[in-house]
């Protein structure tokens, strides 16, 4: 069996992603447009595809299964509208929409035309979400606390006339980025409530480019702090997302998390097992104290040993990304051959993202 794939949009992260998706047995990519003549021939030439020059024509080409939508945001609501109604599945780059209101629209279209639909949210096909996942519903380290996401982002190639800073092109940061960041925080902690966001503009620039965002979401009865900041060199460029529990803590290294460090208390049996289901991991330290019954939230906590562990390292970002791709490709063609078939994400995801997304950007005061 086969899925034929068109790709709109010939910048180089479709190039990257076409890499992902030809490593499944079965997927072609069979036509790319773009705005940019030059870039979709030369894309198209690399991986022996058909050029459209227009959009009408792309999506008369019926040898088209799926539409992958790889555009600034202010294009994937048409685009994606397009497509569905052409009869062609889409995978879109996030946001699904500008608006929430647009997404829910995209959304019951796609399954009232039984077509598969899905903004590539893909941090839930990365490893160490299920590995964060089962520590926290499990409890493992006891219950969650508190959370935070740092990004200390590149400008570096973010021109001041780059769409990225035009909020009616990109929707701004936690439209156009921090969306990735509340859906997989929701993955582990379930739906969220913002309760408070600032936007802060940069200083001594005639445009107005707002370059940090801050989010504070409430989950239960434990909060996440949400920091974006694009204002970086890209040498310093860095991501951090820690997870306290009341027997410890998680960190994460990476936007796509690549590298984890986990600190906390365990009883033997518990650190064996949970090494035994991780693998590949390495112990930093481990220290066996006297002194084993601590108190906390006035429980008594038993325990042998305290240790900090690490697996994984940030030098495999690249071929992680590219494995989160290829999975999410496999999982959602699996779906398109049986619509019972249980996705890791679905439109689902790309409407509840966007929905906080957009209430955290109409929450923020500006300063």
């Known amino acids: 069996m086969e899925l034929s794939i068109g790709i709109v949009g010939a910048g180089s992260f479709a190039g990257f992603a076409a890499t992902a ?178 936007q802060l503009k940069r200083p001594g620039v005639e445009e107005k480019i707002i370059d940090r965002v801050q989010a504070t979401v409430l989950y239960k009865d434990a909060v996440v702090n949400f920091y974006h900041g694009f204002d970086q060199p890209g040498i310093l460029d860095r991501q951090e997302m820690r997870l306290q529990f009341e027997q410890g803590d998680i960190t994460l290294y990476g936007w796509i998390p690549v590298e984890m460090h986990l600190y906390g208390i365990f009883k033997k049996e518990q650190l064996e097992n949970f090494c035994d289901m991780v693998g590949d991991i390495s112990i930093i330290h481990h220290n066996k104290p006297s002194t084993q019954k601590v108190r906390g939230r006035y429980t008594d906590i038993f325990f042998t040993d305290q240790v900090t562990l690490k697996c994984g390292t940030i030098s495999e970002k690249e071929d992680r990304y590219r494995e989160m791709l290829t999975a999410m490709i496999q999982d959602q063609w699996q779906w398109i051959i049986n619509p019972k078939h249980q996705r890791v994400i679905d439109d689902c995801n790309a409407v509840q993202s966007l929905r906080m997304s957009e209430e955290a950007t109409v929450m923020a005061q500006l300063f």
Request: glycine share 8%.
């Open 21 to 198: 998706f030809l490593k499944v047995p079965g997927i072609r990519i069979v036509a790319v447009t773009d705005i940019d003549e030059i870039a979709a021939e030369k894309m198209a030439g690399e991986l022996n595809a058909t050029v459209h020059t227009d959009y009408g024509s792309f999506l008369a080409n019926s040898s088209i299964d799926l539409v992958y939508i790889a555009t600034p945001p202010f294009l994937h609501y048409r685009q994606s509208k397009m497509a569905l109604e052409a009869g062609k599945h889409v995978i879109c780059e996030k946001p699904a929409a500008l608006r929430a209101n647009e997404a829910e629209e995209l959304s019951v279209l796609a399954r009232s035309l039984r077509l598969l639909y899905i903004v590539n949210l893909m941090q839930r096909y990365n490893p160490m979400f299920g590995l964060v996942k089962k520590i926290t519903d499990e409890k493992i380290l006891g219950s969650f606390l508190h959370g935070f996401f740092e990004n200390y982002a590149s400008d570096e190639k973010l021109s001041p006339g780059h769409w990225f800073w035009d909020i009616t092109r990109s929707g701004g940061i936690f439209i156009e980025h921090g969306i990735h960041f509340f859906d997989l925080f929701a993955g582990w902690l379930g739906e969220g409530k913002i309760v408070n966001a600032i």
